[in-house]
């Protein structure tokens, strides 16, 4: 795995050196070693615990979302792969060796030498739902009726995850009322009651939901949203609500191998969101979802350049609800639905037999300010470039200050699946 990673790392930086707009130096962050092959030095970003967590948990979202968008490639994605880790982080809390290393080698902790994971957990918890992210995120295990929990199972979850098991009734119809109104109650209300019933063969259930509505530093003007066209693909048009800035200030980056064009712009709260915009349009997003990891998307992060742009975005207001179940199973974690040992959870055999998945985002006009910050000053002023968000894209939302993967989306028609 550490190779994979490296390669992958290492890959990265270099096919960075390629891009033609991207004008820093192909060897930064690479030291020659005795034999003058490059090794790897570690960024100092991720020598912060919280950072190096962050990204470890994010590398997972990545693969969450390889997973689900090739399972089905003409649809929509929307992920908060962060609430996913989280629920499976707690769970690890109750898994006995074997079980324990599977979670961990999923969510890349093989890979950080940090006696207190979950400790750092918390604090990344904290760090991204403070109140002026706009995130909410919550995940909770629930288990089958009238299980026994050990109390040294749930002391932990509570001090490091701020969450408490809620065992079923075996009544159906107010179980899944006790969800749903825990999930109002996460979520303030902002994603829809669900509907769908309770399976009945549940073991163990996570539950992982987030929302998100986005503030941008700089708001829109509402008067210049129109109904535009959105080109689904090279045949197929539609009309949507499209938002624009005659002249953005915006971070941008042309991919050439990539053949994408990458954008990034900021939201309050030490939030931003990226933009993978292929340089046609195509459904065919492959390309750039294989090379999304924690440390491509931070190098891409500090070689963008500020530039001046005319900017037009499609008003987005999205939903999902379903399960990810298969995209874990497909993931290694097979054994956690075959014969995981959670002795430390209780002494029944227990095994996971659901992963359910509710999320809500959106972003229009809201925003900080009228006008531009005046901190930021576009580099180069010649030339006002085009960025037109009018084809399929991948954003990519992230905390800027711990690096975390909060929400990520395939947007292949902006109206919603
Ligand atoms: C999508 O693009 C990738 C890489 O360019 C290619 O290998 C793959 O065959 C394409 N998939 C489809 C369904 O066209």
Redesign the pocket.
């Known amino acids: 795995m550490w190779a994979l990673v490296l390669l992958l790392w290492t890959g990265a930086l270099l096919r960075h050196g390629s891009c033609q707009d991207i004008a820093s130096s192909p060897e930064e962050g690479l030291a020659p070693d005795s034999t003058g092959a490059p090794v790897e030095e570690e960024d100092p970003f991720f020598k912060v615990p919280v950072n190096k967590l962050a990204a470890a948990v994010s590398n997972f979202g990545y693969d969450l979302y390889r997973v689900k968008s090739s399972a089905n ?1 003409t649809a929509n994605v929307l992920l908060s792969p962060l609430s996913v880790a989280t629920a499976l982080s707690a769970l690890s809390l109750g898994a006995e060796q074997r079980t324990e290393s599977i979670i961990h080698r999923a969510l890349y902790y093989d890979l950080i030498s940090n006696p207190d994971i979950h400790g750092t957990y918390k604090e990344l918890l904290d760090a991204v739902t403070a109140p002026q992210k706009n995130l909410k995120s919550a995940s909770r295990i629930v288990f089958e009726r009238k299980l026994r929990i050990k109390s040294s199972f749930v002391a932990p979850l509570e001090k490091s995850y701020g969450t408490r098991p809620r065992i079923l009734t075996g009544n159906p119809r107010m179980d899944l009322q006790e969800i749903n109104n825990w999930v109002q109650t996460q979520m303030k209300g902002k994603i829809a009651r669900s509907t769908r019933e309770i399976p009945s063969e549940i073991s163990i259930l996570l539950l992982s939901v987030a929302y998100f509505k986005g503030q941008w530093v700089t708001k829109f003007d509402s008067r210049k949203t129109s109904l535009e066209d959105f080109h689904l693909d090279e045949e197929r048009t539609v009309k949507v609500p499209m938002m624009s800035d005659p002249k953005t200030i915006l971070r941008y980056g042309l991919d050439s191998d990539l053949s994408c064009k990458i954008a990034q712009l900021p939201l309050t709260g030490s939030m931003s969101i990226i933009f993978f915009l292929p340089l046609k349009a ?1 459904q ?1 997003l ?2 750039i979802e ?1 090379s999304l990891t924690s440390e491509f998307i931070h190098d891409i992060d500090r070689e963008l350049k500020t530039v001046q742009a005319v900017l037009t975005i499609p008003k987005l207001k999205l939903s999902y609800e379903g399960e990810v179940t298969k995209s874990l199973q497909e993931m290694k974690l097979q054994l956690l639905f075959d014969s995981p040992d959670f002795s430390k959870i209780t002494g029944k055999p227990i095994k996971l037999t659901q992963v359910e998945h509710r999320v809500g985002f959106e972003w229009n006009e809201d925003g900080a300010e009228t006008t531009s910050s005046p901190g930021l000053q576009p580099t180069r002023l010649t030339f006002l470039l085009d960025y037109h968000l009018n084809q399929p894209f991948i954003f990519v939302l992230r905390d800027t200050d711990t690096g975390a993967l909060l929400f990520i989306g395939k947007i292949l028609d902006p109206r919603g699946t």
């Open positions: 490639p195509t065919n492959t390309m294989e």
